[in-house]
């Protein structure tokens, strides 16, 4: 898996997790639409449980998972998201961590996505941080394994897909009418990460590994459902750089299950930073496993 430096939320959270129990102690602010089964849930589910925990509740406030006594924050976190999706068939969004609520971090990224894309000019070159570069590989009919999974990969995207470069990119966000649907797969235990402009991040889309392999593509379906519902949508996927498989074996999970406009960022989020475009810290959408 990529390893990253943790943002400064995720260290704050940390360090605040031994206050938890005297902010629990107050009335909390529940996300809008939150039923009184969530309430209870919370209540009996979440409050009185030791650390490390997460607490995940749908957009419309009526499905909701728990997680406690993770060995860390990012376990806790992944792990209620992933409940949503396996039990709900539904994304959730991370409402408190170790006692803090980070609901509004979601707004916040989708704010600071719009503001990061008005104005968006497409770079001179096609090509940043040697995302062109051919490895001499064939395409591979199956999924990358995750024990190589950061290795050199090829210059064709999977079938059914294809290989976009960063001008790519900036050109199909600049499309208002039919703006992608833009997929960061990489993976990592932070609660949050620099993503590209609007893009969701979907941690464990493009893993792959014989035991989760069955509950990341039911999962993968049910996500799509709610952000692409529409199988002629834009989907890019993208991961590290050139070098990384997770985005190619994502693409390729899309392809078979009937999205028809599939694209690989190949250069990755290495290459848009190279082009001197703008990130954003983006909460996790959905963690697949």
């Known amino acids: 898996m990529t390893s990253s430096v943790y943002p400064l939320l995720l260290t704050a959270l940390v360090a605040l ?7 629990e102690a107050k009335e909390p602010s529940y996300p809008p639409g939150f039923t009184q089964a969530g309430i209870q849930g919370y209540l009996q589910s979440y409050v009185p449980a030791n650390t490390h925990k997460a607490f995940a509740v749908s957009a419309d406030g009526k499905s909701f998972e728990a997680s406690q006594g993770r060995p860390s924050v990012g376990e806790a976190v992944r792990a209620a998201s992933s409940r949503c999706l396996s039990v709900h068939r539904t994304l959730c969004r991370i409402w408190l961590v170790d006692g803090q609520n ?20 497409p770079p001179l070159e096609a090509h940043f941080a040697n995302e062109e570069i051919d ?18 990969t ?20 600049r499309n208002r009418g039919n703006k992608p649907l833009v997929l960061d797969v990489l993976q990592n235990a932070a609660l949050s990460r620099q993503t590209l402009p609007e893009a969701v991040w979907l941690s464990g889309a493009g893993w792959e590994a014989e035991s989760v392999n069955p509950e990341i593509e039911r999962n993968l379906i049910a996500a799509m459902k709610q952000l692409a519902p529409s199988k002629d949508k834009p989907v890019v996927t993208y991961c590290l750089n ?5 985005s190619w074996n994502a693409a ?38």
């Open 135 to 152: 490895h001499g590989l064939k395409v591979e009919p199956k999924l990358r394994n995750g024990t190589n999974i950061h290795a050199p």
């Open 154 to 173: 090829p210059t064709n995207a999977p079938n059914g897909a294809k290989t976009i470069n960063t001008k790519d990119l900036v050109l199909m966000y």
């Open 252 to 289: 390729m999970r899309l392809a078979k299950i009937g999205y028809k406009n599939v694209f690989w960022y190949r250069g990755g989020i290495q290459s848009w930073r190279a082009a001197g475009l703008p990130v954003i810290e983006t909460p996790l959408g959905a963690h697949l496993y």
């Open 242 to 246: 050139h070098d990384c498989w997770l």
């Open 17 to 23: 997790a031994s206050a938890a129990s005297s902010c």
């Open 102 to 121: 980070v609901w509004d971090h979601y707004a916040r990224s989708r704010r600071t996505g719009a503001d990061a894309l008005k104005s968006l000019a």
